[in-house]
């Protein structure tokens, strides 16, 4: 077993920058001197800019502006950086005791998010023997990139909405998991003041909540069930026989036999590809993503809206988007694009959003000056990767891949992917009455991904790879045809809504199908 060490940090501080410990959460980031080697892939890889390499060591120059976007932990590789997250001080972080005595089980799961412990739940009611492995230290601890705000897209997964109480009838599961908000808006905010019509269809709307809670109801119906939690195991590989997976291998060196594994490892899906899943499909973009978030204390309507186009806040600044999501908290977000999995910004993240908050007026034209002089409630951030499609085969011989692993734009959303996992989770249970955990007995896992559910994915994918693909006076010309569509009614609404809108659009923009036929052709 390894042992971590806290490294040394000071507390000089840009001037732009949060001048602040994250009031909520606080990261500490660990090192294994022994094993370091000074090569800075962790340096180029911070969006904060708070590391160093000093003596041919890693350094933390300044540990309470860390995002906690785990780049560091994720891309060293001598496994020589751990990240924990938790309240103010390191000393109060629980790391929950691991079950006892686990060498072997029937079902392994890798990573406590919604679409592993949708399929923990449903193998465990069936009396499975579920471990699922969780990096960090306890339940009551997040790595979510927004801020802790739950949010579904309508259509995808059903869903009933009862005051604060979430049934889910297709999962057979029903949680309070503090869904609060409807969101009614999903808009795109363009250059020069331009945007889109964002009502949702009449009869439609998506749901909002607190993210946290809802993961933490998931952790707690697995382990009334039967399933054991594993937190502070970070799985770093797969175990193998012929073309079989049988188990999985923690980075303490211990290794778990199991009869099938689940992979729900995230967007990066590092355990997936070790495992053989074909993840990359040719990966366009890797994105950094920085949110403040506030509490929205004047009850401000829910919604989501993307900020695209003129975003140069300032010179050699890499492509962006902001977004701005509201539920019962005010969430502002900035992401920026590279080719590359290295941060290409100049300067830190935080700048940035400091920036878009006190100068982007389409920001204002949401919030007014609800955040003027107010601390954030919350830092936080994350990586992600953006590729050219998703990937429709998920199983593999005594494997499967499960929720943001193998989606294009790495964001299946939280209800969607609850529905993965237990989706899964039947077939696995299915496989098990016939001991039979083949590919060929895992393959109805694949069902799960519709036309429907791709093309919502798809379009996400698009919102966020605008600004990315086209240049400032394309994104102009681009929002000129979209302030006459309907974006939720595009993707959601039925044959006739739909039909009604694009009838409208056509009329309104038949000139300009003309004059600007390539970003008429990207528009479809």
Known sequence: MIKLYPTQHNTA???????????????????????????????????????????????????????????????????????????????????????????????????????????????????????????????????????????????????????????????????????????????????????????????????????????????????????????????????????????????????????VVVAADGVFAKISEKAGMQISHNDLWYASVLAFEYDNTENLPGGLYYLNGDMELEKDMPVAFGGLGITEVIHVLIAFFSRKNTYPAPKPMDYYVQKMLEDDERIKKVLGDRLKGVRPKMVTGCRAVLRGKSNEDTVGNGVISVGDAWVDDGEIGNVPALGNGVHAGRIIVEASRKNDFSKQALRPVNNFITKRLLKALSKNKDLKLLCARYSEEEMKQMFLFMQHMNYPIMMFGNPMQQGIMFSKFMVRNLFRFFKYPKIARALF
């Open 13 to 259: 501080l840009g001037r732009y920058y949060i001048n602040s410990r994250n009031l909520v959460e606080y990261m500490k980031i660990l090192t294994d001197k022994k094993r370091c080697k000074g090569c800075g892939l962790c340096v180029k890889v911070c969006p904060q800019m708070i590391l160093e390499v000093v003596d041919k060591k890693m350094r933390v120059m300044d540990e309470s502006r860390c995002m906690g976007c785990f780049g560091c932990e994720d891309e060293c590789k001598e496994g020589a950086v751990r990240l924990l997250r938790g309240p103010q001080s390191i000393s109060r972080i629980h790391i929950e005791p691991p079950p006892a005595n686990i060498k072997k089980c029937d079902v392994a799961i890798v990573g406590a998010g919604p679409s592993g412990l949708g399929a923990a739940i449903t193998c465990a009611k069936a009396g499975l023997d579920v471990v699922v492995f969780e990096r960090l230290p306890n339940r009551k601890i997040s790595h979510h990139s927004d801020g802790g705000v739950l949010f579904t897209f309508p259509g995808i997964t059903s869903i009933e909405f009862d005051g604060k109480k979430v049934a889910f009838p297709e999962l057979d599961i029903s949680l309070d998991a503090r869904f609060t908000k409807k969101c009614e808006y999903l808009g795109l905010l363009g250059p020069g003041g331009l945007g889109t019509k964002n009502d949702f269809p009449e009869g439609l709307y998506a749901l909002a909540g607190n993210k946290d809670g809802f993961i933490e109801a998931l952790v707690n119906e697995a382990e009334n069930n039967g399933a054991r939690i594993w937190f502070n195991a970070k799985v770093i590989d797969v175990l193998k026989e012929d073309d079989r997976i049988t188990g999985i291998k923690l980075s303490t060196g211990e290794e778990i036999q199991s009869k």
